[in-house]
C-alpha cells in the first residue's frame, strides 16, 4: 500500500473516531478504586482491599517463570503482617463497556525495585465498581530514589 494511502486511511479512521480525553464518572469511580487498592500497601491497610475486591475475586500471575493463583482474601490476610510500601504506580489505559472493565497498571516498589504489570477486570454491581480478577506478571526494576 501506497504511503498517501495510508495517510489517508488514517485521516478517515481518526475522522470517525469518537476521541474525548474529558473522564467518563466511571472512569474517575475506577481510578478511585485503583488508588484505594494500592493504597491498601502504600499504608499496609488490609480492609481496604474488601472494600474494592468482589468476593469471590481471585488472582493470578507469573511469578519467578511459575503461574500463581490465589483469592483476593489471602492477599488481604497477607497484608496484615507487612510493613508499608513506598509505591510508584502509573495506569496505562482503562477500558470500560457497559458494566465491566479493564485497567493495565504498572506499580514498583521504590525501596527494593519489585515490579508489577496489574491486569485489573472490574465489574460494577449495585453501582460500585470492584475489582473482580486480577492478573499480573512480577520482575525487577531499577529505581532511582
Known amino acids: 500500500m501506497k504511503t498517501a494511502t495510508r495517510y489517508c486511511l488514517l485521516f478517515l479512521t481518526l475522522l470517525h473516531t469518537s476521541i474525548s480525553w474529558a473522564q467518563t464518572d ?85 525501596e527494593t525495585g519489585i515490579a508489577y504489570t496489574d491486569y485489573l477486570f472490574f465489574l460494577e454491581v449495585e453501582g460500585k465498581w470492584k475489582i473482580a480478577h486480577k492478573g499480573y506478571t512480577r520482575f525487577n526494576e531499577k529505581v532511582s530514589k
Open 26 to 110: 466511571d472512569e474517575v469511580k475506577i481510578r478511585e478504586v485503583i488508588h484505594t487498592y494500592f493504597q491498601a500497601f502504600s499504608e499496609a491497610k488490609p480492609e481496604n482491599l474488601h472494600n474494592v475486591f468482589l468476593p469471590n475475586m481471585d488472582m493470578i500471575g507469573n511469578v519467578r517463570g511459575k503461574p500463581w493463583k490465589f483469592e483476593g482474601s489471602k492477599l488481604a490476610e497477607g497484608l496484615k503482617s507487612r510493613e508499608p510500601e513506598k509505591l510508584k504506580t502509573k495506569i496505562y489505559f482503562i477500558d470500560i463497556t457497559r458494566d465491566s472493565a479493564i485497567a493495565k497498571v504498572y506499580n514498583v516498589n521504590i
